[in-house]
């Protein structure tokens, strides 16, 4: 039945997409400096693009979540969201934190989101995780295995 059901959706869902709407699929993203992610989203935003998360998006990656409208994004069972405060290179060469980034950061994400975050003792420098029944208490599931393109990772940590 649960199989039968997955299908389902993913018929109605294919169905309620015209030719021309394309999905993006992120998956092994483990994010990179803010400002090229916030650009990339706000492009991905307008193009009317659905996004199916079907992994790690960590870091900057998650400013998708505040960016592209809550229902044009679905998550994968394999979806799983990392966040953790921004930070800049130091005169050393070594990260430092950014309060004001962080803060920014922290105030892109929807307000469910940020509950979570909050309820796990905020952005700080140890990454947490989004995955499971959580983030699909938060995210709609997305049952199909879609062609999509999936943006590059970069190796970079956010900042």
Not at 116 to 119: E, L, S
């Given at each position: 039945?649960k199989?039968?059901?997955?299908?389902?959706?993913?018929?109605?869902?294919?169905?309620?997409?015209?030719?021309?709407?394309?999905?993006?699929?992120?998956?092994?993203?483990?994010?990179?400096k803010?400002?090229v992610?916030?650009?990339?989203?706000?492009?991905?935003?307008?193009?009317?693009?659905t996004?199916?998360?079907?992994?790690?998006?960590?870091?900057?990656?998650?400013?998708?979540?505040?960016?592209?409208?809550?229902?044009?994004?679905?998550?994968?069972?394999?979806?799983?969201?990392?966040?953790?405060?921004?930070?800049?290179?130091?005169?050393?060469?070594?990260?430092?934190?950014?309060?004001?980034?962080?803060?920014?950061?922290y105030?892109?994400?929807p307000?469910?989101?940020?509950k979570?975050?909050?309820?796990r003792?905020?952005?700080?420098?140890?990454?947490?995780?989004l995955?499971?029944?959580?983030?699909?208490?938060?995210?709609?599931?997305?049952?199909?295995?879609?062609?999509?393109?999936?943006?590059?990772?970069?190796?970079?940590?956010?900042?």
């Open positions: 039945m199989l039968l059901t997955g299908l389902l959706a993913a018929v109605l869902l294919l169905a309620g997409m015209g030719a021309s709407q394309a999905v993006v699929r992120i998956a092994d993203d483990r994010g990179g803010i400002g992610y916030v650009d990339r989203y706000q492009d991905l935003r307008t193009s009317g693009e996004v199916i998360i079907d992994g790690l998006c960590a870091s900057a990656c998650t400013i998708v979540l505040g960016k592209v409208p809550h229902d044009r994004i679905c998550v994968t069972s394999h979806a799983t969201l990392g966040f953790h405060a921004a930070w800049d290179y130091g005169d050393n060469g070594r990260p430092v934190p950014n309060p004001e980034a962080t803060h920014m950061l105030l892109m994400y307000p469910a989101v940020r979570w975050i909050t309820d003792g905020g952005l700080t420098r140890h990454m947490i995780f995955r499971g029944k959580q983030l699909q208490a938060l995210y709609k599931p997305c049952y199909l295995n879609a062609q999509a393109s999936a943006p590059k990772a970069t190796a970079e940590p956010a900042r």
